[in-house]
């Protein structure tokens, strides 16, 4: 995966995880003077997600997000919490007994594999693991490539 914005979602991801704890905005990033939610992926649309080496992908509709991995094509499906900060989305919950993140923010991002250009990068945390990987919205699609949207590995 190849991302101009990894280093921002890396630190939006952390910026998440620090504002919970210490309720501050000083290590926020985007203009801290800002308190507008992200609002470019509303509540309504369906985010989809996919990673490369491992493969892995699904989406998020509402609280619900499905993930998916070639080993589980039909996916698992549980529920999240949705959070949007001033720079993105995140959405967190439990699969398999393990804490789940999945930060969204805008930033082109290539699978690596296809000249799509995608125009969200995701970080996704499962317990000690971190993924990193592009979304898309059926608003908002890849560009290049083919002309259809990929599917993730269901």
Request: proline share 6%; glycine share 16%; with cysteine.
């Amino acid at each position: 995966m190849r991302r101009a914005g990894l280093g921002y979602v890396a630190a939006l991801g952390a910026a998440f995880a620090m504002a919970a704890c210490h309720g501050g905005a000083k290590d926020m990033p985007g203009d801290a003077q800002d308190h507008t939610p992200f609002h470019e992926i509303g509540a309504a649309d369906t985010i989809h997600f996919l990673g490369t080496e491992p493969f892995w992908g699904g989406d998020v509709t509402g609280t619900r997000m499905t993930y998916s991995t070639p080993e589980s094509r039909t996916g698992e499906v549980f529920p999240v919490s949705r959070f949007a900060g001033r720079g993105g989305l995140s959405f967190t919950g439990m699969r398999g007994g393990a804490e789940l993140t999945l930060a969204v923010a805008p930033g082109q991002c290539s699978d690596g594999m296809s000249d799509r250009a995608y125009p969200f990068t995701v970080m996704l945390k499962i317990g000690a693991e971190t993924r990193y990987g592009c979304a898309w919205t059926d608003r908002q699609r890849p560009s290049g490539g083919e002309t259809s949207a990929p599917s993730s590995p269901r």
